[in-house]
């Protein structure tokens, strides 16, 4: 067993929980979402993207491609809730709300794509 490959998976399942925690609930309901999880939910899905910068094989390019686009996704959500609420001055409404949870819900699948792939490449190596 290698470390290294238990750290990867660890952290890209981490990645899909914290953000399936962040989009579960009503999707226009802030209470329901909490800021501090989106931001748990884009560190890790950034050190999962450091990581899979060093896998060179076919399947390593699509994992970072999963990554960069769940990347993308958090980071607009928090965007989104950074401006609205602090840069606006406004204050959370549902219309908002739904969008910033619509924006994880994409890095969500990207995610899940991402750990579909990871068994693939694990049922494919030989012992």
Do not use: C
């Not at 890209?12 to 925690?21: D, K, P, Q, S």
């Not at 994409?106 to 694990?122: D, M, P, R």
């Amino acid at each position: 067993m290698s470390f290294e490959k238990v750290a990867f998976a660890f952290f890209i399942v981490l990645a899909l929980t914290l953000n399936f925690g962040f989009f579960l609930g009503d999707i226009d309901v802030p209470e329901h979402h909490h800021v501090y999880e989106l931001f748990a939910a884009i560190v890790v899905s950034l050190i999962v993207t450091i990581m899979k910068f060093g896998d060179r094989s076919q399947i390593g390019s699509y994992l970072l491609a999963t990554s960069l686009v769940a990347d993308v996704q958090l980071i607009a959500a928090a965007l989104t809730w950074g401006i609205v609420v602090y840069g606006m001055q406004q204050p959370m409404t549902p219309e908002v709300m739904s969008s910033i949870v619509s924006l994880s819900g994409g890095a969500l699948l990207a995610n899940i794509t991402s750990v579909v792939l990871l068994v693939v490449e694990a049922s494919r190596v030989r012992r």
